[in-house]
């Protein structure tokens, strides 16, 4: 603990020593729990067999889980910025035990909708603070800190439904349950980050009088349009994003009549790419500006996205949307460090919103892509989605920031 006592491992606005051991410790506790997060959709097939659902009741499951997920962390990440909760990471992954295992032995509609809720609650309580921890160990490198602490998340959703193809659906609903096992280990990690995080608060108190100053000086009004240009990207990224992860399998096997789990292993490469580019983003934000990678990340990509439906061979297909999500991916984590430096005192509050916002538009998108597809067809939304990337190119209009630290007068 000497190098904790001693220097300011990780202030998000002091340059120091990056405390890689918690940046690694706190991606690994995101992998956890996006991965329990990502079973709940691979149990629809078994739920709505075991529960005679249909698919409106599949998708207000979806409904209340993203609204848990999404409505409260903003709010939990205010409250945070005012008054630190160390060990809130940990009870936040608690809730989501609970949530897994109400899960595994539901046995009616209304009890999957309480356990669907108690999951979304403990990722609001967990993401903000853990993005909040993963600035406060960056040593100044935060894109390359967030991203960290992001792929971890991207890797978690990826592998997630392998998983519970290996598990849950051989075994059965109860298998389920077995996940827990990964939601403790997350649980007892948590508890040694919420140490850190409690040996740094008094260290970080020394520092009040040293503020982030942005180099541009930005305007009120200029600093909400950057944040509203920021939201745009969020939503340009996360509805195709949307369409990608919920009928790109489907759209694969109308197109070339492959398998059910040839089409999964196919989805798997998109959404490993995403995860490696989510690492990429970090390296690149904070050598070449924040801007800089959500412009080329985002709007970047157009190019792939647009030829995507209208290429004729598989294997092409697999590589360009490997392209994109290597490419498309690299955005968010650039996004939310380009936000907290608009906001750099509410660091757990945008850090809450943008990470709401991101499952709450995936949700919509999901079901939006789903109703249309309904009226139209699987082909005809991604030759609609892939035109949203172009969105892309107003990034150009955010100004160009650079945090710096100036003595408090």
């Known amino acids: 603990m000497k190098n904790i006592l001693d220097s300011l491992k990780g202030h998000p606005h002091v340059k120091a020593e990056t405390a890689y051991a918690i940046l690694l410790a706190i991606s690994i506790c995101h992998l956890l729990n996006d991965m329990i997060q990502s079973v709940i959709p691979a149990m629809y097939p078994m739920l709505k067999d075991n529960l005679s659902l249909t698919f409106a009741q599949i998708g207000i499951i979806t409904f209340v889980f993203q609204l848990a997920s999404s409505i409260l962390q903003p709010f939990i990440g205010l409250y945070a910025d005012r008054h630190p909760q160390p060990y809130s990471l940990s009870m936040g992954m608690c809730f989501t035990l609970a949530g897994l295992v109400t899960l595994a032995y539901s046995t009616s509609f209304p009890m999957v909708l309480i356990a669907v809720a108690i999951i979304g609650c403990g990722s609001s309580v967990f993401h903000p603070e853990a993005s909040r921890v993963a600035q406060m160990a960056s040593g100044g490198k935060k894109s390359l800190a967030q991203s960290i602490?992001?792929?971890?998340?991207?890797?978690?959703?990826?592998?997630?439904?392998?998983?519970?193809?290996?598990?849950?659906?051989?075994?059965?609903?109860?298998?389920?349950?077995?996940?827990?096992?990964?939601?403790?280990?997350?649980?007892?990690?948590?508890?040694?980050?919420?140490?850190?995080?409690?040996?740094?608060?008094?260290?970080?108190?020394?520092?009040?009088?040293?503020?982030?100053?942005?180099?541009?000086?930005?305007?009120t009004s200029m600093v909400r349009l950057s944040m509203a240009i920021l939201v745009v990207m969020v939503f340009s990224k996360y509805f195709f994003n949307a369409c990608m992860t919920s009928y790109f399998t489907f759209f694969l096997i109308d197109k070339f009549g492959i398998t059910v789990q040839q089409s999964q292993f196919c989805l798997f490469a998109y959404l490993a790419a995403f995860a490696a580019g989510t690492l990429l983003g970090g390296f690149l934000g904070d050598r070449y500006g924040r801007k800089y990678v959500i412009l080329f990340s985002i709007f970047g990509a157009a190019p792939f996205t647009l030829a995507l439906p209208y290429i004729g061979s598989l294997p092409w297909v697999?590589?360009?949307?490997?392209?994109?999500?290597?490419?498309?991916?690299?955005?968010?984590?650039?996004?939310?460090?380009?936000a907290t430096d608009l906001k750099p005192d509410k660091v757990g509050m945008v850090a809450g919103i943008f990470f709401g916002l991101m499952f709450g538009l995936g949700g919509i998108g999901s079901a939006f892509f789903g109703w249309l597809a309904d009226v139209t067809s699987i082909d005809y939304i991604f030759k609609v989605s892939t035109w949203l990337p172009l969105l892309g190119i107003i990034a150009v209009m955010l100004p160009d920031i650079k945090p710096a630290l100036q003595k408090a007068q």
């Open 149 to 219: 602490f992001q792929v971890g998340g991207n890797g978690g959703s990826a592998i997630g439904p392998l998983l519970a193809a290996l598990i849950v659906l051989p075994f059965g609903q109860h298998a389920a349950g077995w996940f827990a096992v990964a939601a403790l280990l997350a649980a007892l990690i948590l508890v040694r980050i919420g140490y850190w995080y409690s040996l740094m608060l008094p260290q970080l108190g020394k520092f009040k009088r040293m503020r982030p100053v942005v180099s541009a000086n930005l305007s």
């Open 318 to 338: 697999i590589v360009v949307a490997t392209i994109i999500g290597l490419i498309i991916a690299s955005a968010f984590s650039a996004i939310v460090v380009y």
